[in-house]
T-cell receptor, first 111, second 113 residues
Framework: GENVEQHPSTLSVQEGDSAVIKCTYS??????FPWYKQELGKGPQLIID?????GEKKDQRIAVTLNKTAKHFSLHITETQPEDSAVYFC??????????FGSGTRLQVQP | DVKVTQSSRYLVKRTGEKVFLECVQD?????MFWYRQDPGLGLRLIYF???????EKGDIPEGYSVSREKKERFSLILESASTNQTSMYLC????????????FGSGTQLSVL
């Protein structure tokens, strides 16, 4: 089955800096790559997703890039703010089965 | 606003007890899921259901069963709780044909003593 690896496990940045979280996947048939944000005491929430026919997608301060050849994708957060502090999960799916999640990255934005 | 509600935020049970975790969604979604979340392991799929009375095993189904008698309700059952089932349990739902876009509940932190 699919295996998704996520790095780093923890990330601390200063407010205003950029943050990058990287994931690799194993199943070349995967074609859908979402990112979820989990705030303290809450369930994960979808923040952005990308499909395999697109190399990059942006939504305000967040962007996701996909390299199908290398089988890796990344989340980029620019101009980080304290409210960006959370646990972020990447995931992958072939569309025929439920999502496989990465192990999570705890992002801490220092004011 | 969409809503997935898990019946308990915290639950403490003893080894060997039968445990029921309840989840209700109000979005008329076909698909419902149970994940467990452990530090360093991310979210791992236990079971999912794509229709009433239909279920499929996920990646770690051992020691668990599920029930979906009504479309809006999906229950996770620990037949005989063990200490290694101490974890955060997350329920989620998604619309028909969109396994990918999950809506999660806030989770149940289960401690088995």
């Amino acid at each position: 089955g699919e295996n998704v690896e996520q790095h780093p496990s923890t990330l601390s940045v200063q407010e205003g800096d950029s943050a990058v979280i990287k994931c690799t996947y194993s199943d070349s048939a995967s074609n859908y790559f979402p990112w979820y944000k989990q705030e303290l005491g809450k369930g994960p929430q979808l923040i952005i997703d990308i499909r395999s026919n697109v190399g990059e997608k942006k939504d305000q301060r967040i962007a996701v890039t996909l390299n199908k050849t290398a089988k890796h994708f990344s989340l980029h957060i620019t101009e980080t703010q304290p409210e960006d502090s959370a646990v972020y999960f990447c995931a992958a799916s072939t569309g025929r089965r439920a999502l496989t999640f990465g192990s999570g990255t705890r992002l801490q934005v220092q004011p | 606003d969409v809503k997935v509600t898990q019946s308990s935020r915290y639950l403490v049970k003893r080894t060997g007890e039968k445990v029921f975790l309840e989840c209700v969604q109000d979005m008329d979604h076909e698909n419902m899921f149970w994940y467990r979340q452990d530090p360093g392991l991310g979210l791992r799929l236990i079971y999912f259901s794509y229709d009433v009375k239909m279920k499929e095993k996920g990646d770690i189904p051992e020691g668990y069963s599920v029930s979906r008698e009504k479309k809006e309700r999906f229950s996770l059952i620990l037949e005989s709780a063990s200490t290694n089932q101490t974890s955060m349990y997350l329920c989620a739902s998604s619309p028909l044909g969109l396994y990918e876009k999950l809506f999660f509940g806030s989770g149940t932190q289960l401690s088995v003593l």
